[in-house]
């Protein structure tokens, strides 16, 4: 990861970018199918113990993503928008995330396929910006950011090779 935070007064920003990588034991069309299939990606993207949850899914160049709950009190909404989109290869989007209604992050995220002899390679790539220490002070907000995608990147495996 790498991290730069600059700050002035009142507003800090933080850069950081991070790259995580894993192998399913699936063919690329399972492990594509988790990012563009509305219903299977909603039981892996978020935690189970969201209240009020609310999940929009258009994949699509163009399409919106929408994944908004209250979790431990917090309310969370995330937002994306695909820029680019090849079939089983790859995917990009950029997303916000807001924590209570206040604004904690924008980010661009790029995730790679690549089939394998045993089944498939994930490369995920996020360059973000973390806004006003919303999400904990600047390297502690990317590195929980890194953590939770790690997370999420997990449980795919759970819904693709179960």
Do not use: C
């Amino acid at each position: 990861m790498t991290d730069t935070t600059t700050t002035d007064t009142t507003h800090t920003q933080t850069h950081a970018t991070f790259v995580l990588e894993r192998d399913y034991a699936v063919p690329p069309e399972r492990v594509w199918a988790a990012f563009a299939d509305a219903e299977t990606k909603e039981k892996w993207f978020g935690p189970d113990e969201i209240a009020d949850g609310e999940f929009a899914e258009d994949f699509r160049v163009g399409g919106t993503a929408v994944n908004n709950g209250t979790m431990e009190g917090r309310r969370s909404e995330f937002r994306a928008t695909y820029t680019d989109i090849v079939d089983l290869e790859r995917i990009v989007y950029v997303y916000d995330m807001w924590s209570d209604g206040v604004h904690a992050s924008t980010s661009i995220t790029t995730v790679v396929l690549e089939a394998t002899d045993a089944g498939t390679h994930l490369t995920f790539t996020e360059q973000g910006v973390h806004l006003d220490g919303v999400h904990g002070p600047g390297p502690e907000a990317a590195a929980g950011r890194e953590h939770g995608t790690g997370w999420l990147l997990d449980r795919i495996r759970g819904v693709v090779e179960g």
